[in-house]
């Protein structure tokens, strides 16, 4: 009797959870009918129209120009969003136009480039990928979105979910990397940390999944270019990422500005409609990204911005970031009859849909309060959030000699780069609500450990002139003058510390490079220096892989500490000195040289893939085919040793697990890496593809046994009809620390 009294106390429960979801629902749609039906036509393309901050509002408002139009606009209900309007006090502002002054008070959305942070700046996107700490992502988000609510916003541009095998795009920093598995696990949990478990809640925001799709396979690694993939490569490896935002429930998408088999992402009706709409049933709405919609006439797709609009909206573009070729065009082709006015209802569904779900139609000032705003922006809590994550994103790529970690006291050591005492750089980019030189330096942070003596000198400068995030960064490529004074400073030292890299504006959207060495003269820095004091301790600060070959063949240790964020250099310094242990996985595969890019550690056998004695192989002739640091390697201050792999297989599924002992003389936390191969299949696979991972902490000495299971949706694959099939066969099932070093077995399914 006891059995069944659960029983029936679980499918009641059952069925009012379904009830009141069903109920919330059903008033949702009602709602958001009911407001359609009032609503004219201009008013309803007025909600697919985005503009772009434009005056201060708590001023004088515009008597003429553009400026007075979009004003009125907004007043007359004809604007549905807003981007690039922050704080409490102007969004409220903003907000009372549309609200206290339209036919219908609808409620504006708040948009702003919320990707690593508001005010307190955690680590580049694609540095937290590196901690591969799901949670510690999440929180990551988390705090973004509750300083940016503080501020009055709602909806970040962010997450990027673009996978991408290029280093040469400058967007890399933006995302996770180079694999779908992973990419996929992250993007949930950014979508996740912005969006919380009550979107209603004043301080969670709209999440926005870009760019959809195969922006990261630019060609040559230029951003806005074309890209040119196969379907295997569109269903296995851009669009994973994509559908677990879905799954996680993110409320808006943004396309892409590249064109996918010849059609503008734009106005590609099978990514948005097909696919996202449809197959993915994906109900929040899509908006463009900025101009795009204009650009389909210069991709030579549409004629003229007329014809961009009709193509944009019928392909499933809801919203038009500052093109304003909805806004001018809609009406018209709907007279015409060249587009139906359902597209248009449906639009205007979708985003009314996503406002009514951030509580706008009950509070449209929910998001606006001053006090929270002062309280929450760059507090100590924030900030200890941003340290930690900054911590966990840092690789130790090299430690001969075991050099690391620094003595803290008793030495002479030389600080050396024009990076080491900024206060913007380690910021990296897509920063503009950051305050300008808000981050802790490396210079500020290795100040803590005062038991030393430390010398700073600049070396060469690496950039000169403006820090801005519109313009391009001037690189010194002729000033050596500073050469010179840094031999001296490190003849005279223990150590020396160089911190080379890029600055913060190198990477990011529009910062493609042809090359991926160190920019300017810093090789030939570190070169002189080097010479004259080989125990040098590089700290590379960096939005993407670069190709550092010979500081790997001559530097002692290395660090890649990319751009962390507000906590930068106590992060770094605590990382130098040992106070803490780094256990970063590198995200991306750092390449030998510029010749190996595009370069990723789950590409395809090939017919010829190896030849020991004969030249008809796939491979170079004056370099070899392995990467410089494969995908998921990064090392510890002390070392774990894999053993007992056992894989038993039962009905399609595979449990698997590995004894890790901790053999060094450090605690430490491993990052456990697992992959699969599948032999041969109906579509070639990968020779190898990360299907699981654990982040273990270890005492000094500690053995754990560390266990996955495999089903058929980790054996499985997406035919080129995007189908997912699994099919019996030979599978490899391999275990390590990073994609090369791994142990395995073979197993037929």
């Keep these: 009797m006891r059995i069944i009294f659960f029983i029936y106390l679980f499918v009641l429960s059952f069925i009012t959870a379904f009830s009141q979801g069903t109920e919330a629902s059903f008033k949702e749609d009602q709602f958001i009918d009911d407001l359609i039906s009032k609503m004219t036509i201009e008013e309803k393309i007025g909600q697919m129209t985005q503009y772009t901050g434009f005056f201060d509002i708590t001023g004088p408002a515009p008597e003429s120009g553009d400026n007075k139009r979009k004003y009125d606009d907004i007043k007359n209900g004809l604007v549905g969003s807003m981007l690039n309007v922050k704080g409490a006090e102007q969004v409220r502002e903003m907000q009372k136009l549309a609200v206290e002054n339209s036919r219908l008070g609808i409620p504006m959305i708040f948009g702003y480039d919320v990707i690593h942070g508001y005010k307190t700046i955690s680590p580049i996107p694609l540095a937290e990928a590196a901690s591969w700490d799901l949670e510690a992502i999440q929180q990551s988000a988390r705090v973004a979105a509750t300083e940016a609510t503080a501020a009055g916003l709602n909806w970040t541009f962010a997450p990027m979910v673009d ?116 197959d993915w049933g994906f109900d929040g709405f899509v908006v463009s990204d900025w101009g795009s919609i204009d650009e389909l006439v210069i991709h030579g797709y549409a004629e003229d911005a007329e ?166 960064l001037k690189i010194n490529t002729e000033d050596r003058s500073g050469i010179e004074q840094a031999v001296a400073l490190a003849k005279e030292s223990d150590i020396v510390i160089m911190n080379l890299g890029e600055h913060g504006f190198m990477s990011g959207e529009a910062r493609s490079r042809a090359t991926l060495g160190l920019p300017g003269l810093q090789q030939e820095l570190l070169e002189a220096v080097h010479e004259v004091n080989p125990n040098v301790v590089l700290v590379l600060q960096t939005g993407r892989p670069l190709t550092i070959t010979w500081a790997d063949d001559h530097v002692p240790a290395i660090i890649n500490a990319w751009q962390l964020g507000t906590e930068s250099g106590h992060a770094i310094a605590q990382v130098l000195f040992g106070d803490y242990n780094p256990s970063g996985k590198l995200p991306m595969t750092f390449p030998r040289s510029v010749g190996q890019v595009p370069i990723f550690y789950n590409h395809k056998n090939t017919g010829r893939p190896y030849d020991a004695d004969l030249v008809f192989w796939s491979h ?130």
């Design 163 to 278: 996978i991408s095998r290029d280093a040469r795009w400058g967007r890399v920093m933006e995302g996770a990397g180079e694999d779908p598995y992973l990419g996929s696990r992250i993007a949930a949990a950014r979508v996740q940390g912005f969006q919380g478990s009550d979107l209603t809640a004043s301080n969670t925001l709209a999440a926005c999944t870009k760019h959809f799709a195969a922006y990261g396979f630019v060609e040559s690694g230029k951003d806005y270019n074309t890209a040119d993939i196969g379907t295997s490569t569109l269903y296995n490896v851009v669009l994973p990422p994509f559908k677990a935002t879905v799954d996680a429930g993110v409320m808006t998408f943004m396309n892409s500005f590249n064109e996918l088999n010849g059609i503008p992402a734009t106005a590609d009706k099978f990514l948005q409609r097909n696919i996202l709409k449809g």
């Design 307 to 472: 014809y961009a609009a009709q193509y944009a909206a019928i392909a499933g573009s809801d919203m038009d970031m500052e093109s304003h070729a909805y806004k001018e065009h809609l009406q018209s082709l709907i007279e015409e009859n060249r587009v139906d006015v359902s597209v248009i209802d449906e639009a205007a569904s979708r985003i009314l849909r996503v406002k009514y779900r951030l509580g706008l139609f009950d509070d449209p000032y929910r998001y606006c309060n001053e006090a929270r705003e002062k309280e929450l922006t760059m507090s100590k809590e924030n900030r200890d959030a941003s340290l930690e994550m900054a911590k966990k994103s840092i690789v130790l790529l090299k430690n001969d000699q075991d050099i690391l970690p620094l003595p803290k006291s008793g030495k002479k050591i030389a600080v050396i780069g024009h990076l080491a005492d900024s206060e913007s750089s380690p910021l990296g980019n897509w920063i503009l609500a950051a305050d300008d030189n808000s981050a802790v330096s490396l210079l500020e942070g290795t100040s803590n450990y005062s038991g030393n003596e430390y010398s700073y000198t600049q070396g060469v400068r690496l950039y000169e002139g403006r820090e801005k995030f519109i313009y391009e």
């Design 620 to 749: 170079y002739i004056d370099q070899t085919n392995a990467p410089l640091y494969p995908f998921g390697y990064g090392l510890s201050y002390t070392a774990f040793e894999y053993k007992n792999l056992s894989v038993v297989s039962s009905q399609n599924t595979v449990d698997v697990s590995v004894t890790v002992t901790n053999t060094g003389d450090y605690d430490g936390e491993e990052i456990v890496q697992l992959y699969i191969r599948d032999h041969h299949a109906s579509i070639v696979r990968p020779i190898k593809e990360l299907k699981g991972f654990e982040k273990v902490s270890f005492k000094k000495g500690e053995t754990k046994t560390v266990k996955f299971q495999l089903t058929e949706k980790e054996l499985g694959y997406f035919d080129n009809q995007g189908k997912y099939t699994f099919e019996p066969g030979k599978f490899s099932i391999m275990v390590g620390g990073n994609s090369a070093d791994l142990i395995e077995q073979v197993i037929e399914l």
